[in-house]
Each structure stands twice: as structure tokens, then as C-alpha cells.
């Protein structure tokens, strides 16, 4: 089992960044694709950003070049960090890794964008 624990939501206004941590612990398993992903009032949950094994990124269109994932060097949390926040950035933000085709998933953190 892998427990994930987010941080760093938070109100922002358009046009500011923030910084999502997500922690993971638990049993040491390999992991070998990390992400983010957020859900919007009364929308579907929807991939952000992902970070595979061998590091190569992948990003919803909508936050490419203003979103970055990244991970510590011992893989056990991972980052989003976002930029040039706008409106539609706001939705809670979850954590996911997966070890074995296994998913595992944290509580969520909400981001909230002003104008």
C-alpha cells in the first residue's frame, strides 16, 4: 500500500503560481508513472501532468507551458508547480501514482483561482 498526502492549495489570483507537494509513503514499491490530475465542479476527473520512470512529462494542452511536474530524487513525492494561474485552473487537485498497474490516490487539494 502507498499512501499519498497533498499540499499547497490554496486561494491564488489569476495570473499568480502555486506549488503542490504530494508525499507518498507506505510499503516501498516501485513506481512507475506519477501524476496529477484535478476535478471541476460538475466535470469528470482529468489528467493534468504525468512523470513516467524515465522522467519523460506529459501535460493536459491546456496547461502546457504553464504547468511543471517533477519529482525528488528519491521518487517518494511529487511536484506540480503552476503558473499564470487562470479561472478555469480551479478544481481540486489530486495526487496519483501507480506501482504494478495498481493506482493510488491522494485526498485532493483544492486550488481556487480569483480574477
Known amino acids: 500500500q502507498v499512501q499519498l498526502v497533498e499540499s499547497g492549495g490554496g486561494l491564488v489570483q489569476a495570473g499568480g503560481s502555486l506549488r503542490l507537494s504530494c508525499a507518498a509513503s507506505g510499503n516501498r514499491l516501485p513506481i512507475y508513472l506519477m501524476a496529477w490530475y484535478r476535478q471541476a465542479p460538475g466535470k469528470q476527473r482529468e489528467m493534468v501532468a504525468t512523470?513516467?520512470?524515465?522522467?519523460?512529462?506529459n501535460y493536459a494542452g491546456s496547461v502546457k507551458g504553464r504547468f511543471n511536474i517533477s519529482t525528488n530524487k528519491a521518487r517518494n513525492a511529487v511536484y506540480l508547480e503552476m503558473n499564470n494561474l487562470i479561472p478555469e485552473d480551479k478544481a481540486v487537485y489530486y495526487c496519483n501514482v501507480r506501482s504494478h498497474s495498481v493506482d493510488y490516490w491522494g485526498q485532493g487539494t483544492q486550488v481556487t483561482v480569483s480574477l
Open positions: 512523470l513516467s520512470i524515465d522522467r519523460s512529462s
